[in-house]
């Protein structure tokens, strides 16, 4: 099985920036599809960011795209969202999550795996 385990939530300004990293452990995510979800409060999770195992092409939600890089570090079996120009609209849990194989979008539903989230608040 697959345990992530997310850090780098925090409280942050307007305008300020967040680096998320999410580890995984217990097998190697090297040909896992990985990807960033978010909740804000009385939300339904939504898609952020993900990442084919080969790191390209990655996708992005529509809020993500132009403040939001999501890269990997297969060596350190590591996830990461780096969020700049955060706005109040940013706040939520953030959520790691992978699936073995392919991408299949942003959507919640492919992916079989979960961190239990890291809170951002801006």
């Known amino acids: 099985d697959v345990q992530l385990v997310e850090s780098g939530g925090g409280s942050v300004e307007v305008g300020g920036s967040l680096r998320l990293s999410c580890v995984a452990s217990g097998v190697s995510v090297s040909y896992y599809c990985m990807g960033w979800f978010r909740q804000a409060a009385g939300m339904e999770r939504e898609g952020v960011a993900i990442?084919?195992?080969?790191?390209?092409?990655?996708s992005y939600g529509a809020s993500a795209k132009g403040r939001f890089t999501v890269s990997r570090d297969n060596a350190k079996n590591t996830l990461y969202l780096q969020m700049n120009d955060l706005d109040p609209q940013d706040t939520a849990m953030y959520y790691c999550?992978?699936?073995?194989?392919?991408?299949?979008?942003?959507?919640?539903?492919?992916?079989?795996?979960w961190g239990q989230g890291t809170q951002v608040t801006v």
């Open positions: 990442i084919p195992d080969s790191g390209a092409p990655t």
């Open positions: 999550a992978a699936r073995q194989g392919s991408c299949y979008g942003l959507r919640t539903s492919p992916y079989n795996y």
